[in-house]
């Protein structure tokens, strides 16, 4: 029941609140400073990051289009805030590939998981060490190889 109520809220939000579906449900969120990292998103989207988890989340919705709930949070929250890429990537990219693609559960997920939602968790970045070591990957060489090669 609580799952179903969730559903619902974001259907009202978008409803209400169409503008959303373009930018932060606050506004003064759209002033977040999002890395511009082609490599990294790359990585993301192919299941390469070097971290398990993610990767291993990333290739299940790779390939069969689906993802379980608490990865869908892991994998945004990664996104946003460890490799500080916007938020909007990543809602295009499983809109693109999730067979319950819905606009409304899809945007307020990915607002929740950034920090930029109604019902957000406060906005921080969530490590300091992967981005510092993403800004200095960054200036070494920007290929995806770059990642730690941990075993998946
Ligand atoms: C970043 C992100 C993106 C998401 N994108 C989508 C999406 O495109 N389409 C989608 O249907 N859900 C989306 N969700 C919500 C949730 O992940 C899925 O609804 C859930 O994985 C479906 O699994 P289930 O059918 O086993 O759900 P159950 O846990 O059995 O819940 C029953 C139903 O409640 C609804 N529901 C459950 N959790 C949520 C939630 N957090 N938000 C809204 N509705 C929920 C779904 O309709 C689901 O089928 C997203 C969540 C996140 C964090």
Redesign the pocket.
């Known amino acids: 029941m609580n799952?179903?109520i969730?559903?619902d809220f974001?259907f009202m939000i978008l409803d209400r609140f169409p503008h959303v579906a373009e930018g932060a449900f606050k506004p003064e969120f759209d002033a977040i400073r999002w890395d511009d990292w082609p490599a990294g998103f790359a990585a993301w989207c192919t299941g390469q990051t070097g971290y398990p988890l993610v990767d291993a989340a990333m290739r299940q919705l790779n390939h069969c289009g689906w993802m379980?709930?608490r990865l869908?949070?892991v994998v945004?929250s990664f996104l946003t805030k460890d490799l500080g890429l916007d938020w909007r990537l990543g809602e295009k990219y499983?809109a693109d590939r999730?067979i319950?693609?819905?606009l409304a559960?899809?945007n307020?997920?990915?607002q929740?998981?950034a920090s930029t939602g109604c019902d957000a968790q406060p906005y921080f970045e969530f490590s300091t060490r992967s981005r510092n070591r993403k800004n200095s990957t960054r200036t070494a060489n920007s290929s995806v190889n770059t990642f730690p090669n941990w075993p998946i």
């Open positions: 799952e179903l969730w559903r974001y379980h709930n869908r949070m945004a499983f999730l319950d693609f819905d559960a899809n307020g997920g990915w929740w998981a």
